[in-house]
């Protein structure tokens, strides 16, 4: 599921799928021959323009596969890095250069909540704020931390619950809503697991302070 504002029209053009091996049908080309599809950072099919970041976020899927950030082709939380968890997975980005400042993953059912406060009120200014939702996001939420991912410029942070997906990319003292943001509401209805909604994808190019 992908967002369609026009904000989000020039990310669209960068969107793409892992990389792959493309095989011509016989009538096409010989058995034997093969187009490659050159992957560029963090996967996407195209290369982003010069002094612009890459970026990929997935969020978790149910409560099986955690979920996934790079950011100018650098893996910063995986499950494979061992340093996602159940809840909010949360990356700090240099807004300016694209270094990494820190990552850490916050227990949204069980967990203390007062220590996600903290750390969003500690955000350095000039910080890019990389979000991932992983199984719960929602259960332990509460006004304080909503206004908080509010004020980074989330336009769903207010409604996030039980089980929903979430990924997104805001900014300390934002004026008016992020377009780096997706949101998928747990509901019987619409679900494509069995207790959850399915994962999110965004993935694009932005350039150094994109608001």
């Known amino acids: 599921m992908r967002v369609s504002v026009t904000t989000w029209m020039f990310i669209r053009s960068y969107m793409s799928f892992s990389m792959k091996t493309i095989r011509l049908p ?17 996967g996407l099919i195209k290369p982003c323009p010069a002094n612009y970041f890459a970026f990929k976020i997935c969020s978790g899927a149910a409560n099986v596969v955690g979920p996934t950030m790079c950011f100018e082709d650098r893996m910063i939380m995986s499950p494979v890095k061992n340093n996602v968890g159940r809840g909010l997975n949360i990356a700090l980005v240099n807004g300016t250069t694209g270094a990494v400042l820190g990552q850490k993953a916050f227990d949204m059912y069980s967990g203390d909540v007062m220590h996600l406060v903290k750390f969003l009120k500690e955000i ?88």
Request: glycine share 8%; with cysteine; charged share 30%.
């Open 26 to 42: 016989r009538w096409l080309a010989s058995p034997t021959k093969e187009i490659q599809v050159k992957k560029y950072k963090c």
């Open 124 to 211: 350095p200014g000039g910080a890019l704020v990389l979000v991932a939702s992983y199984d719960d996001p929602g259960t332990k939420m509460n006004d304080e931390s909503r206004k908080l991912f509010s004020d980074l410029g989330s336009s769903y942070a207010k409604q996030l619950g039980f089980r929903d997906s979430w990924v997104f990319i805001g900014a300390k003292d934002l004026r008016g809503k992020s377009p780096f943001e997706q949101f998928l509401k747990n509901s019987p209805d619409t679900n494509k697991y069995e207790g959850w909604p399915e994962l999110l994808e965004m993935e694009g190019c932005m350039p150094p302070k994109p608001f």
